[in-house]
């Protein structure tokens, strides 16, 4: 009979330890980010995150040397680019999400090494 006590109350939690997990997954999105990195030459960084249809996040970081940056989606084997710049030392912006999938902040260093910092954050 005591293992069954033991079990009994494990399933009755099962529901609510699943609807907390789903809780602190969506509540991962809504976290601010800040990214601190050094990217070797021709090395790149991802920050992604899962966004519903008009979601914002502001964004902003700078680079000791010319980096290039995008925002980007993937949808099957394409990759869409919504914000892209080539040799940039930092920039900063809004994206709002057009349709609720997963994006990503994306930085590839060039010829040297490169020290990133800057956030993405929550935008209302």
């Known amino acids: 009979m005591e293992p069954m006590l033991a079990y009994g109350p ?34 790149v960084h991802e920050e992604c995150m899962r966004l519903e249809a008009g979601d914002k996040r502001r964004f902003h970081w700078k680079s000791n040397v010319a980096v290039d940056f995008n925002v980007h989606s993937h949808e099957g084997a394409e990759v869409f ?32 090494p490169a020290t990133i910092k800057g956030s993405i954050e929550l935008s209302k």
């Open 81 to 112: 680019y919504p914000v892209k710049r080539d040799a940039k030392r930092g920039d900063r912006g809004t994206f709002t999400a057009k349709i609720a999938q997963e994006y990503c902040w994306m930085w590839t260093a060039r010829k040297a």
């Open 10 to 43: 494990m399933k009755r939690l099962s529901p609510l330890i699943a609807a907390l997990a789903f809780a602190a997954h969506a509540a991962g999105a809504q976290e601010n980010r800040a990214v601190s990195l050094t990217l070797e030459p021709a090395k």
